[in-house]
Nanobody, 119 residues
């Protein structure tokens, strides 16, 4: 079993910044990809940012230039630095990590962390 623990959400004013973290624990052999998703009320979950084991990075158009995804391989942790936040960034943010464990592959989700952008 691989468990993910997220942290860093909260309430911030428009234009502010937050940094989300997602740490994976368990018998992890390798990690293929680390992604951040978000889901706003009444909307489908959408991919916000992704980073692969080869450090290939992709962003949703709505967050390009404002959000930065990064990873710490030694800590099996992925981060999402969010700057210039807008009210439309308000959502529950989830991390998703895929990789290999001793008996196969895993595809795990974090518990979600609320980000609210409001004045």
């Amino acid at each position: 079993q691989v468990q993910l623990v997220e942290s860093g959400g909260g309430l911030v004013q428009p234009g502010g910044s937050l940094r989300l973290s997602c740490a994976a624990s368990g018998s992890i052999f390798s990690i293929y990809a680390m992604d951040w998703y978000r889901q706003a009320p009444g909307k489908q979950r959408e991919l916000v940012a992704s980073i692969t084991s080869g450090s290939s990075i992709n962003y949703a158009d709505s967050v390009k230039g404002r959000f930065t995804i990064s990873r710490d391989n030694a800590k099996n942790t992925v981060y999402l630095q969010m700057n210039s936040l807008k009210p439309e960034d308000t959502a529950v943010y989830y991390c998703n990590i895929k990789g290999r464990i001793d008996y196969g592959r895993f595809d795990s989700w974090g518990q979600g962390t609320q980000v609210t952008v409001s004045s």
